[in-house]
């Protein structure tokens, strides 16, 4: 059974799995992520887009806001990993570390995505405790980016995490030329359609 809350952007769907007061402030945190994109997007100090696009710009994207895409992943920390270059879409390639390993179920079934840690970002206080988990899956290509898209989260404090799917979003080079944006490594292609999140 779904209960349905009706926005005038999206339909909200929210499962019973959930108390009332979690699923509600889920809701308004992932409706706060889709705003503040947005305005990333639409801010000529902060965009990626070229001042024509950007001018044209409206708004992006995104699946139905859908609660069975925040899952609780079991955090495995994969200690004395070495430095690697993660390719980009650009000539330029980016120094990053596998920081671990979620494991989750999604939909029925058993799923593992890595999280790296980038050596460059790890270096500034700001940036120190920030993971990166880029993945691809069965939309890409077709109603997302080909490329991929991304999550961002911090290092759990405990053996757990929570992934938001609602929360992925495209790299730059989806909307514009000019960046080097890492490419997910087929360790973290998932074979299932991820309809949360940005889209096209």
């Not at 609602?166 to 989806?174: D, E, G, T």
């Not at 087929?186 to 096209?200: D, S, T, V, W």
């Given at each position: 059974?779904?209960?349905?809350?009706?926005?005038?952007?999206?339909?909200l769907?929210?499962?019973?799995?959930?108390?009332?007061?979690?699923s509600?402030?889920?809701?308004?945190?992932?409706?706060?992520?889709?705003?503040?994109?947005?305005?990333?997007?639409?801010?000529?100090?902060?965009?990626?887009?070229?001042?024509?696009?950007?001018?044209a710009?409206?708004?992006?994207?995104?699946?139905?806001?859908?609660?069975?895409?925040?899952?609780?992943?079991?955090?495995?920390?994969?200690?004395?990993?070495?430095?690697?270059?993660?390719p980009?879409?650009?000539?330029?390639?980016?120094?990053?570390?596998?920081?671990?390993?979620?494991?989750?179920?999604?939909?029925?079934?058993?799923?593992?995505?890595?999280?790296?840690?980038?050596?460059?970002?790890?270096?500034?206080?700001?940036y120190?405790?920030?993971?990166?988990?880029?993945?691809?899956?069965?939309t890409?290509?077709?109603?997302?980016?080909?490329?991929?898209?991304?999550?961002?989260?911090?290092?759990?404090?405990?053996?757990?995490l929570?992934?938001?799917?609602?929360?992925?979003?495209?790299?730059?080079?989806?909307?514009?030329e000019g960046?080097?944006?890492?490419?997910?490594p087929?360790?973290?292609?998932?074979?299932?359609?991820?309809?949360?999140?940005?889209?096209?």
């Open positions: 059974m779904k209960k349905f809350f009706i926005l005038s952007v999206s339909v769907v929210i499962h019973f799995s959930y108390a009332q007061k979690d509600t402030a889920l809701v308004k945190e992932i409706i706060n992520f889709q705003q503040e994109l947005n305005k990333e997007y639409k801010n000529p100090e902060t965009s990626p887009l070229p001042k024509e696009a950007r001018e710009f409206t708004e992006h994207k995104f699946f139905p806001i859908d609660l069975q895409y925040v899952v609780t992943a079991k955090f495995k920390r994969t200690p004395n990993e070495k430095i690697f270059m993660m980009t879409s650009g000539t330029e390639k980016k120094m990053y570390v596998k920081y671990g390993e979620a494991l989750f179920t999604l939909m029925g079934k058993e799923y593992t995505l890595s999280l790296y840690q980038s050596i460059d970002l790890a270096k500034q206080r700001k120190r405790d920030y993971l990166f988990i880029p993945f691809r899956d069965a890409s290509g077709k109603e997302t980016y080909g490329g991929g898209r991304y999550l961002d989260l911090t290092i759990p404090q405990g053996d757990s929570v992934i938001d799917f609602n929360k992925a979003y495209h790299p730059y080079c989806a909307y514009t960046f080097n944006c890492p490419i997910p087929r360790e973290n292609y998932l074979p299932i359609k991820i309809e949360a999140g940005i889209r096209f």
